[in-house]
């Protein structure tokens, strides 16, 4: 197993504002504690951007993976990534293990679980439910980097 590592992590463990508002808060120091007790305290950090808040602004409502699920998300998610994977793709090849944690639930950020449901456009009662699969952004992070042959791990 590799020794070098590097975490790419969702930019909400380490800027909770960028969360939709109301919603609950995240343990970004969790995250932390965990990367740090699994290997060096000085290991790198990649924060990815946060895509949602870019795209849709800070004041956003609560959406479902099924609600962002449209061409022109996924191609601004593509496209915000590219940078990041070719910042990855170097660290990989100085032999560098890519470790890349992503948000339990998150429509966007999910590696591991993401929301569906819900119903497009105003609606009086948000209805939502989890289940296995990636968000839609990290489903570009992983279409990428198979791309470009460049092995990762994905966790939440």
């Known amino acids: 197993m590799n ?3 590097i975490n790419v992590i969702a930019h909400c463990y380490l800027n909770p ?10 343990d970004g120091k969790r ?6 007790s699994t290997g060096s305290q000085n290991e790198p950090i990649i924060q990815l ?7 849709f602004g800070a004041n956003r409502r609560e959406n ?3 609600q962002f699920d449209f061409p022109n998300y996924r191609r601004f998610c593509s496209d915000l990534f590219l940078p990041y994977a070719d910042m ?8 560098y ?3 890349i944690t992503g948000v339990s639930k998150s429509p966007s950020c999910g590696a591991l679980t993401t929301s569906v449901g819900g119903k497009a456009g105003k609606c009086d009662a948000f209805e939502n439910k989890t289940e296995t699969g990636k968000g839609i952004f990290f489903e570009e992070i992983e279409n ?4 470009r042959n460049i092995p990762f791990e994905m966790s939440e």
């Open 144 to 147: 990428e980097l198979k791309r």
């Open 97 to 99: 293990q890519i470790l």
């Open 3 to 5: 020794e070098k590592r």
């Open 17 to 26: 504002e960028t969360r939709v508002k109301g919603i609950k808060s995240i």
């Open 64 to 66: 479902t993976k099924d």
């Open 31 to 36: 995250i932390l504690n965990q990367i740090t």
């Open 49 to 55: 951007p946060c895509p949602e808040m870019i795209y």
């Open 88 to 95: 990855i793709e170097m660290f990989e090849k100085d032999g």
